[in-house]
């Protein structure tokens, strides 16, 4: 079983404006092959298992749950975390509310299909600190919640 981060943003002109999302990928898939390693999940599956980071106007950090995202012809399986981006009016990192596609939170109605974190955006001073904390918080708890990718079950 390998890993693979992914990007997406439901916020206009946000994807790699001050900060890299290609590196942020880089160091998780590091720390994510290692955990799979050392649980000798790394040799158990030809699955690949995907965090995908989805930018939104949420109002927590979201985990879609297990029963989601298998993709078996394609062997992977996708665990969306979607991140809430605040308002520059909130912190200096934020940005506009122009640039959310969504002008209320379309998670509301979907909150039973995620597991929910709460997030303290004032503790970051930039992006790629921010968006790293809640994507290891997410994988983590997605180790813990013991997720099954083909029948193979996620541990730390």
């Known amino acids: 079983m390998e890993s693979r981060i992914t990007h ?3 916020i206009i002109d946000f994807l790699d ?5 290609n590196r942020i990928s880089d160091i998780l898939k590091t720390e994510v092959d290692h955990i799979l390693e050392i649980n000798l999940l790394s040799n ?3 699955w690949v298992i995907q965090f995908r980071a989805t930018y939104n106007n949420g109002k927590q950090l979201l985990i879609s749950k297990n029963k989601f995202g298998s993709y078996s012809s394609d062997k992977i399986k996708e665990i969306t975390i979607p991140i809430p981006i605040p308002l520059i009016n909130e912190v200096s990192w934020g940005v506009n509310q122009e640039q959310h596609i969504y002008k209320d939170s379309h998670y509301d109605n979907l909150l039973d299909n995620f597991w929910a974190l709460d997030v303290n955006v004032a503790d970051f001073t930039n992006r790629e600190d921010y968006i ?3 994507m290891r918080r997410a994988i ?3 180790f813990e919640k013991k997720y099954t990718v083909n029948g193979v079950k996620l541990r730390l």
Not at 17 to 21: A, M, N, P, V, Y
């Open 8 to 10: 997406f943003s439901l």
């Open 17 to 21: 404006e001050r900060f890299d999302s």
């Open 44 to 46: 158990q599956s030809d």
């Open 132 to 134: 790293l904390d809640c």
């Open 140 to 142: 983590k708890l997605c």
